[in-house]
């Protein structure tokens, strides 16, 4: 048998069936509805990143799920009026694939996972407001996004044109990049082409500044990291446009325009490289050199983005036979296409000036073409190291730059040049892309256009939305035959046009799932609104949204699509702001033995059997305690069993409490409320700054120092012991809901612990006062003790007594005397 028997073994804690005894009473009860803190409340809307209906949930939901609640639960215990809704991104390929393979309609599988992921929801005992619940794929919620997309177009946000997309030529289907991988088809293993369709966009480069300045508004509130993600994905640049005349092969000029961020390095430019897949490339190239550029360009094709500008990948490239002159030199410089120059960037085409571009210099390397230093930055000459220069110094062979010793002087002076000249401009250029929507795929919210050979591009009436997605399509019906499964549906897509009644057809498109997610948040304050998309006055009351809790997996376009749609719906007179989520919380990852989970490692962690096993409340308490939340969470090094272990400790507490509810806590010991007093003004400061691990942890101290008090200090009756065990419920109510309603009844008091509200803290408790005790031996000072002023004089001499140095100085003589004056005094007599 063990040892240390400190607790009593007690009733046991059941803990099935204490979830199913509290589920139909919250349910009754339904505690977390908006608007039900009272009048006056300030409201404050919490939201979590809406879940794909892929399968059950999973130990990543979890996390992010329990991390969240300690915020809305805290909120609803401070009086807040909080908004937590919860609801699905219901649209979206997976359910398309499984109903090619069930041969089903794709509602099927999305909404039977729905269901499924609810009912492990409100077992989680998350604090959902289930009334604001929404699916993006109902046609009450993609009326609107419809309506949203004809807006923007009216706007001038939302237009078509020609692009490529992936194309599978074995399975005749438009691919989605994540279905490309390393260039083939997910599928089949073909080799995956591109394919010129009409396509729909967002233009969000008309908001590209806004999105960039309206971060400022951020900082300190979004994590750093996400930020400069943004930044970086916007990609805002100041350069110049310079243009180039291009002597064409039969005898005309082409003028040409670059641009380019070093302006100053003119003097260098030694040649001049065009995208190999931009139209430019084959409209200037000598007619000897197009076979070469059209055999190049079929390698180009397979190569993706990422691969295009790695730096340390061999160059390539073919001479289109050419020249160009330099606008400041007056030089004939040769003219090149190559893949490292991105078609859909600046203008397609750059100056390379090999000395002081790296990638230049390689290609100069590469192909015998001339290096200029104009820039002497102190370092040895490119043209020799093979290193180009990247940094500030002073012009040479520059002109009339030379002699100039900064950049920002150099930029200032060759672009007043070139403007005088004609020749260029200063600008601006920005990474972001406007955002391609049309998807050629069936589960996702019809593009509510008609295509009328007469009429051309007709909007469908407002009156006519939703357009509805056809129901008695499934499984083949769903598969890919050279053209999309929409387009493919006649009963659905000929259609009357709206305009002049003759026949015409629907757009086949369906939009991108990010539609339908830039604007959930806005739809969850009335979900069943008619008369627009979101209710104005709501939005007033409820956003824009205090705190945001999701995966930094959509740091980048999630975010930035909702900041933009926010931005456009500000200036459409809809919405009052500007940012729709003040405040963001990435949590980290639930991983397992130091990896992601993965079907292929072998190393999943089953949520339910993990909830079988130890109860939703240790599940919780485990993600909550093991870290700072935006740390990743190792399940290997996690010990769901102590977590079990310590909610029976705390759940014991309540059971031995003999003081009647109600009881008033002055009076009490005082070493105990300073301790709860203490732990619940620490706690909300620690809530504040998500430091929520640490909060439990403070919570398992004041769990240790009550059980203290009940079997070796003041005893289960003293007053401060039902107040402690009353906090310890409160805190746990954020963590371990289940735990915390049985303590909450078992210490006499009505459900429900989860708004209860937050115990009033006593400035007076908090005073960390402490005074030195001098301990005299025979009349020397053998000790200095800090002790709590009101200590009693019995206290006081046991604590003298038992100090080290004391014991040592009586040495194990006989003591005469002690005289004690609390608290200052102890003077011992052998
Ligand atoms: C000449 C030059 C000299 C450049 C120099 C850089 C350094 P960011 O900052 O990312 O905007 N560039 C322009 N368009 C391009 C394209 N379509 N594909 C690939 N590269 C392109 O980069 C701007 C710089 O990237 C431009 O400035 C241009 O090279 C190159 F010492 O022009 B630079
Ligand atoms: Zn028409």
Redesign the pocket.
Known sequence: MSEHHTEQPGPAYDVAAVQEKWRPVWERLDPFRAGSAGEGAEKRYALTMFPYPSGDLHMGHAEVMALHDVVARYWWQRGYDVLNPIGWDSFGLPAENAAIRNDEHPATYTYANIETQAESFRRYAVSFDWSRRLHTSDPEYYRWTQWLFLRFRERGLAYRKNSPVNWCPNDQTVLANEQVVQGTCERCGAEVTKRELNQWYFKVTDYAQRLLDDMDALQGTWPDRVLAMQRNWI?R?E?AHVDFDIALADGGTRTVR?????PD?LYG?TFMVI?ADAKLAAEVVAPDRADALAAYLEEVRKASDIDR?ATDRPKSGVDLGVTATNPVTGEQVPVWASD??????????????PA??Q??LDFARAFGLPVRRVVDTGEENPEETGV?T?GDGSYVNSGELDGLGDKTAGIARIIERLEADGRGTGTV?F?LRDWLLSRQRFWGAPIPIVHCPDCGEVPVPDDQLPVRLPENLKGADLKPKGTSPLAAAEDWVNVDCPSCGGPAKRDSDTMDTFVDSSWYFLRYLDPHYEDGPFDPAQAREWMPVAQYVGGVEHAILHLLYSRFFTKVLHDMGMLDFVEPFSALLNQGQVINQGKAMSKSLGNGVNLGEMIDRYGVDAVRLTMVFAGPPEDDIDWADMSPGGAVKFLHRAWRLAGDVTSAAGTAPEGGDVALRKVVHRTLHDAEQLLEGHRFNVVVARTMELVNSTRKAIDSGPGPEDPAVREAAEAVAILLSLVAPYTAEEMWERLGHEPTVARAGWPAVDPALLVEDSVTAVVQVQGKVRARLEVAPDISEADLEQVAMADPAVVRAIDGKPVRKVVVRAPKLVNVVV
Request: charged letters at 20%; aromatic letters at 8%; hydrophobic letters at 40%.
């Open positions: 990609g640049s350069g670059v641009f380019t961020t070093r390095t430019a995208a500008l490292y120059v991105l078609a859909d960037y600046g203008t397609g085409a750059i100056m390379a000036v002081h571009d990638r230049d180009a990247t250029n990474r």
